[in-house]
């Protein structure tokens, strides 16, 4: 597809993502600051790029970077298969693990990801997604939730389409996916 901006309808703007991103971040500091100052936050790749470097800039704790690429779609859906291009290079073991998503849809990325995450044997897991779909049950407990979304596919911020309208700065819906 060339980028076509006309097809884009913005969802979330710049603005209304700060927002959502600074929520989360003060629940995600309510929630360890009586438990830990310290915390192993992986960003799942790509998609979680943009998200992951704005929430950590606003958390009150010393966070050790940790990064997973993972991927498991063509175009507007999943494959069902989970290519790992990169693994964390820290052990989590004993770390508090918070686990940075972009979206939740069917729940593939993350079940694949927390089961290899709890090999280690990590002290705690938690994880926080910016947007999860509701459309279906995919059974992951999300701990912190950014916004709720239906059956779209969106794009910016971090999110593609065929690799690219990741670097729009807000997030829209691509009419006719
Ligand atoms: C997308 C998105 C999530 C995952 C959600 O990643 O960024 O990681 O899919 O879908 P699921 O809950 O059905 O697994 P994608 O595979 O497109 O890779 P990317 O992050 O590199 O774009
Ligand atoms: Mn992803
Ligand atoms: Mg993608």
Redesign the pocket.
């Known amino acids: 597809m060339l980028f076509d901006p006309a097809r884009i309808e913005v969802l979330y703007s710049e603005e209304e993502l700060k927002k959502i991103v600074n929520g989360l971040a003060e629940k995600i500091n309510e929630y360890y600051s009586p438990i830990t100052d310290e915390i192993t936050a992986v960003c799942?790749?790509?998609?979680?790029v943009h998200f992951y470097s704005d929430l950590l800039k606003r958390l009150n704790l010393k966070v050790r970077y940790n990064f997973v690429?993972?991927?498991?779609?063509s175009g507007a859906s999943?494959t069902g298969r989970i290519r790992v291009k990169t693994w964390v290079d820290e052990s989590v073991t004993n770390r508090y693990v918070l686990l940075v998503?972009?979206?939740?849809?069917?729940?593939?990325?993350?079940r694949y990801i927390i089961n290899y995450i709890w090999k280690q044997k990590p002290a705690d897991v938690k994880l926080v997604s910016l947007f999860e779909k509701t459309i279906h049950d995919?059974g992951v407990k999300i701990d912190f939730t950014g916004e709720k979304i239906g059956d779209q596919f969106i794009v910016g911020y971090g999110?593609?389409y065929e690799e690219v309208c990741r670097n729009l700065p807000y997030v829209g819906y691509l009419k006719g996916e």
């Open positions: 799942i790749l790509k998609g979680s690429h993972v991927s498991s779609y999943t998503e972009d979206i939740v849809d069917t729940g593939g990325t993350l995919h999110l593609d």
